[in-house]
């Protein structure tokens, strides 16, 4: 069973709308509502705006104010998923994977909406669902939590040690360590290496072909 994370490994949903401009406008609009102290300095300045919506849930848990927030950076998915660039050989090794007769899951910090949307128009959608798992209205269980591991692993069936998660930052790292996941990171970049490894992964590739490679010899 092979759990992926969804925004890196599988593509890059900000290629063209960034993440860092979303995050942005997600802290120009608190400001603009007069909430501009409600994140901390580093939070303003995050280039993640899923670090945003969970800084303000963890200050008002459930309010109007987070889900009013949480359908905009769902709009701005949206909005990216049309323009996601595919990581490169990421389709044909999730075509042979299922093919070979693997099950398949997705457990992402993003809208479950956006990753249908993303596989339906790459055709890619049989090879995963029923078995995406996204981000849910209890913003708290967010990776680096392991509670979409968990829903994949009980809904699939599936000991922890028998399954792979192949993820990209370091919040998957630490979600597939506490859910006992065997975890293989790809980064696209240095940079991505670089956190991947201070933040304690022994397997990190910079492309997925090697892995494509090594299933078509099976």
């Not at 990216?80 to 660039?85: E, K, M, R």
């Not at 993820?167 to 240095?190: I, M, Q, T």
Request: aromatic letters at 6%.
């Amino acid at each position: 069973m092979v759990l992926w994370d969804f925004d890196g490994p599988i593509c890059r949903l900000f290629a063209r709308h960034t993440a860092e401009r979303v995050a942005a406008e997600l802290v120009d609009w608190l400001a603009g509502r007069g909430l501009h102290n409600l994140l901390s300095d580093s939070e303003r300045d995050s280039l993640d705006p899923h670090e945003v919506l969970r800084a303000v849930d963890l200050r008002h848990p459930g309010s109007d104010l987070v889900t009013e927030l949480e359908e905009r950076l769902t709009q701005e998915e949206l909005r990216a998923a049309g323009s996601a660039y595919p990581t490169p050989y990421a389709d044909p090794l999730i075509r042979t994977w299922t093919a070979v007769g693997a099950r398949l899951a997705i457990t992402t910090n993003n809208s479950p909406k956006v990753v249908r949307t993303y596989l339906n128009d790459r055709g890619l959608t049989a090879c995963f669902a029923p078995h995406i798992y996204g981000r849910t209205t209890d913003l708290h269980l967010l990776k680096p939590d392991p509670h979409c591991l968990n829903r994949a692993l009980n809904a699939m069936g599936s000991a922890p040690t028998a399954a792979l998660m192949i993820g990209d930052s370091p919040s998957d790292l630490a979600a597939a360590n506490v859910a006992g996941v065997p975890f293989l990171g790809y980064a696209r970049n240095e940079r991505k290496t670089k956190l991947l490894r201070e933040a304690g992964a022994a397997w990190v590739v910079g492309s997925l072909e090697p892995l494509l490679r090594t299933l078509r010899r099976w």
